[in-house]
């Protein structure tokens, strides 16, 4: 299955199960809605394993986790299968590129390149793979967003001797350009509640956390680029299958409700 294929699966079966998912509130509480949340809880590690597929040669992308978590409602004595979705932000391994514009973030997992979105809404990326724009902008090559800096977004005369620090100063030749804007955030726990995937490989702040800005937590490697954390996944199949075995199993005590009631009617 190539790449093209999986796209188009991937939005088909995501619109499918969303139009039937929005129903799973009105379904009887006899087992038939817990099976309901447990096929969509399903869809969503299906999901997961193909992003990795997909994404696993993806420079930055940083792979999602899916657990299932069974919840109880005391009051009303229900339960209900739900996927709880985290990420593993664990930086991907370093590649050599020898391209100067290219740069690796090497440092603790909670490290990124700040980038400006549209209408100045600020991102997070560990794609290091940069260009100068005809405006002399410096902008990622994925989505062309402007590269920010400490002193706003960064501009280049030219990109024919650029050289960079550890610390992320951008030297134009021999004239200091400004330094990246490296945001380390503090807490795996905010990052999980708060950052919010756009792409897997970009990220924005859904609510304002805490950073950390302690000097010598991260070094800046020219030259090389964040390969993905994920991997080419090959267990899709099966949870594809346990999908289908529920959808499967929700169907038929659906269809048994309905015999059971057209009898007591009759």
Not at 55 to 74: A, E, H, M, Q
Not at 78 to 107: A, L, Q
Not at 211 to 235: C, K, R, W
Not at 259 to 264: I, Y
């Amino acid at each position: 299955m190539n790449k093209i294929t999986l796209l188009l699966f991937l939005f088909l079966f995501s619109s499918t199960s969303y139009s039937q998912s929005v129903y799973f509130q009105s379904i009887p509480d006899d087992g038939t809605r817990e099976v309901a949340y447990a096929a969509d809880t399903f869809r969503e590690h299906l999901l997961k394993s193909m992003d990795y597929k997909i994404n696993f040669l993806t420079p930055g992308f940083i792979r999602k986790s899916v657990t299932n978590v069974r919840l109880y409602n005391t009051k009303e004595g229900k339960h209900i299968v739900v996927p709880y979705i985290s990420y593993k932000w664990i930086e991907g391994s370093p590649v050599e590129t020898g391209r100067s514009m290219d740069f690796c973030i090497n440092g603790n997992n909670k490290s990124f390149f700040t980038i400006q979105l549209p209408n100045n809404v600020v991102g997070y990326t560990r794609d290091g793979r940069f260009r100068r724009d005809f405006e002399g902008r410096l902008v990622t090559i994925s989505g062309n967003f402007p590269v920010l800096g400490v002193n706003g977004i960064i501009e280049l005369e030219n990109d024919l001797d650029i050289s960079v620090s550890r610390l992320g100063g951008i030297y134009d030749g021999s004239e200091y350009a400004d330094q990246l804007k490296i945001t380390v955030f503090k807490h795996f726990e905010d990052m999980n509640k708060h950052l919010h995937s756009l792409s897997g490989a970009i990220f924005l702040l859904t609510k304002e956390i805490e950073v950390d800005n302690a000097p010598n937590l991260y070094s800046i490697m020219q030259g090389f680029i964040t390969q993905s954390n994920s991997y080419e996944s090959h267990d899709s199949k099966y949870y594809q299958a346990y999908h289908s075995i529920s959808q499967q199993t929700l169907y038929s005590m659906i269809d048994n409700q309905k015999k059971l009631f057209n009898m007591v009617g009759n």
